[in-house]
C-alpha cells in the first residue's frame, strides 16, 4: 500500500533508481551475514545425517569463521572425525573431536552424503535403509 502513495510521488524513472539500490544494498548485506551462514550450513549438515551416525554436532571448541565451520562426527562404527565445512565442500581435518591436523591432505566431497558414504559402511546401511522406509511409506500413500 505505502508503495502505490510512493508512486505518486516521483516518476517512475527515480523509483526504478531507488529499488535498484535497495537490492544492492541487500546483497551487500548478504555478505555480511556470511559467518552466520557456515555454522547455519554446518548446522543443516548435521541435522540432515544425524539418523545414521551415532553422534555428530557443530565443533563449540574451533571457531567457526566466515567461511568455514567444523563439525565432530562419530560414525555407528564409533570411529571419530572432525570434518571442515568451506565453498569447496567437506573434508576430514582430524581423526578426534576438534582437532584439525593441518598435514592431512584429504580430499573434498561437495556433500555430507558422499562423505559419509567413504567413512562408514553402516552410514551407507542406515541412509538406504530410511530411503526405503521413505519409499514404502509413498507407495502406501499413492495406494490410498
Known amino acids: 500500500m505505502g508503495f502505490s502513495r510512493m508512486e505518486t510521488d516521483c516518476n517512475p524513472m527515480e523509483l526504478s533508481g531507488v529499488s ?16 552466520k551462514d557456515m555454522r547455519l550450513e554446518a548446522e543443516a ?16 571448541t574451533l571457531r567457526c569463521a566466515d567461511d568455514v565451520a567444523y563439525i565432530n562426527v562419530e560414525t555407528r562404527e564409533r570411529n571419530r572425525y572432525c570434518l571442515e565445512l568451506t565453498e569447496a565442500g567437506l573434508r576430514v581435518v582430524g581423526y578426534a573431536f576438534d582437532q584439525v591436523d593441518d598435514h592431512l591432505q584429504t580430499p573434498y566431497h561437495e556433500t555430507v552424503y558422499s562423505l559419509l558414504d567413504t567413512l562408514s559402511p553402516a552410514y551407507r546401511e542406515a541412509f538406504g535403509n530410511a530411503l526405503l522406509q521413505r519409499l514404502e511409506a509413498l507407495k502406501r500413500e499413492g495406494q490410498s
Open 20 to 35: 535498484g539500490f535497495e537490492e544492492e544494498a541487500e546483497l551487500n548485506g548478504f555478505e555480511g551475514t556470511d559467518m
Open 45 to 60: 549438515v548435521v541435522n540432515d545425517v544425524l539418523f545414521a551416525v551415532n553422534t555428530m554436532f557443530v565443533s563449540k
